[in-house]
């Protein structure tokens, strides 16, 4: 069965510091993988996604990830958070022909000033 | 502007009436995708439309709900008779093809709230 898993639920980082956002994936073949950003209020918005090629993925923002095929692992990163970056992220993986979505259960993020 | 229309923002319905949602897709996007959060949960996958077309309804409850995509007009997501636990935040996102590998572009969200 297709799962998407986020470790951490609630993350709270100071200014300038390091974020690592886990995520981890059950899928049996071809997987396309994503990382979408909600702000309060907002809509989901598409930060970075992996379809095939270089691993590592740079997105919006200043943000990254990398798709580690062994660990079944995408995960985000960002050398120094900042206060803006306050919001929910999810990640999700899409698999088979439709294209639909299979969302982890979000990550939210308080970055304090 | 995200691009991908929902209306309403926010809907508050009693026990048992019914509620609409529409959607209407980013220009060019002939794929419609409904998805559900409930509070405290990620979202859910509920059901896949082209136009007048319904592809994957796998994530759809087998009663009160029905969506549909016609020719002309928004893609609308309906519920009959609404309970409490239809409370949550419903999302339209639209791409322009259907593999794996197009962004799925969202709305703003309709929130529906069961009184």
């Known amino acids: 069965a297709q799962s998407v898993s986020q470790h951490n639920h609630h993350v709270i980082l100071s200014e300038a510091a390091s974020l690592e956002l886990g995520c981890n994936y059950s899928?049996?073949?071809?997987?396309?993988l994503f990382w979408y950003v909600q702000y309060p209020g907002q809509h989901l918005q598409l930060l970075l996604k992996?379809?095939?090629?270089?691993?590592l993925v740079k997105g919006i923002k200043g943000f990254e990830a990398e798709f580690i095929k062994s660990k079944f692992s995408f995960n985000l990163r960002k050398p120094s958070v900042q206060w803006s970056d306050t919001a929910e992220y999810f990640c999700?993986?899409?698999?088979?022909?439709?294209?639909?979505?299979?969302f982890g259960q979000g990550t939210t993020l308080q970055v304090k000033p | 502007n995200a691009g991908v229309m929902q209306n309403p923002r926010h809907l508050v319905r009693r026990r048992g009436q019914e509620a609409r949602l529409r959607c209407s897709p980013m220009?060019?996007?002939?794929?419609v995708y409904w998805y559900r959060q409930l509070p405290e949960e990620g979202l859910k996958f509920m059901v896949y439309?082209?136009?007048?077309?319904?592809?994957?309804e796998s994530g759809m409850p087998k009663e009160r709900f029905s969506a549909e995509f016609p020719k002309e007009g928004p893609s609308i997501l309906r519920i009959q008779q609404v309970v409490r636990g239809d409370s949550a935040a419903y999302f339209c996102?639209?791409?322009?093809?259907?593999?794996?590998?197009?962004?799925?572009?969202f709305g703003d969200g309709t929130r529906l709230s069961i009184l």
């Open positions: 996102a639209s791409s322009k093809k259907d593999r794996g590998n197009q962004p799925q572009h």
């Open positions: 899928y049996g073949g071809t997987v396309n």
């Open positions: 992996y379809f095939s090629g270089d691993p």
């Open positions: 999700a993986l899409a698999g088979g022909n439709t294209g639909k979505l299979i």
């Open positions: 220009k060019g996007h002939s794929h």
């Open positions: 439309l082209q136009k007048e077309n319904i592809i994957d």
